[in-house]
């Protein structure tokens, strides 16, 4: 009889937690997007925007076109390849010559 108490108290307080743990994820707010540390941009996208690659590699296409103005951090230089990082932490390579330098 003691085991089945104490089965059933160890159900309990399993449900309980579960519980718990719903509420807590459905009140709780994922967090907003952080810069990443030793983030600072150093130049900007030109007029026009500018097509990023996921690889320094003329022969693919652009994954997609950064919009004018967009503050990117220069990361390294790759021949006339640049190395950028966003300030959401996402990274891409463009053509470092079209750049606009913030300094």
């Known amino acids: 009889a003691r085991a089945r ?7 309990q307080q399993a449900e309980q937690a579960k519980q718990r743990a719903e509420q807590a994820g459905q009140s709780a707010q994922p967090p907003a997007p952080a810069e990443p540390q030793g983030w600072a941009p150093t ?3 030109p007029a026009g925007g500018l097509g990023a690659w996921l690889q320094p590699d003329p022969a693919q296409q652009p994954f997609t076109t950064l919009d004018a103005g967009l503050p ?4 390294e230089w ?3 390849w640049a190395h950028l990082r966003f300030s959401n932490g996402a990274e ?3 053509e470092g010559a079209k750049l606009q330098s913030l300094g």
């Not at 108490?5 to 159900?11: P, R, T, V």
């Not at 990117?72 to 990361?75: A, E, G």
């Open 92 to 94: 891409a390579w463009v």
């Open 5 to 11: 108490q104490q089965a059933e108290q160890a159900d």
């Open 43 to 45: 130049h900007a996208v």
């Open 72 to 75: 990117v951090q220069l990361l």
């Open 78 to 80: 790759h021949g006339g």
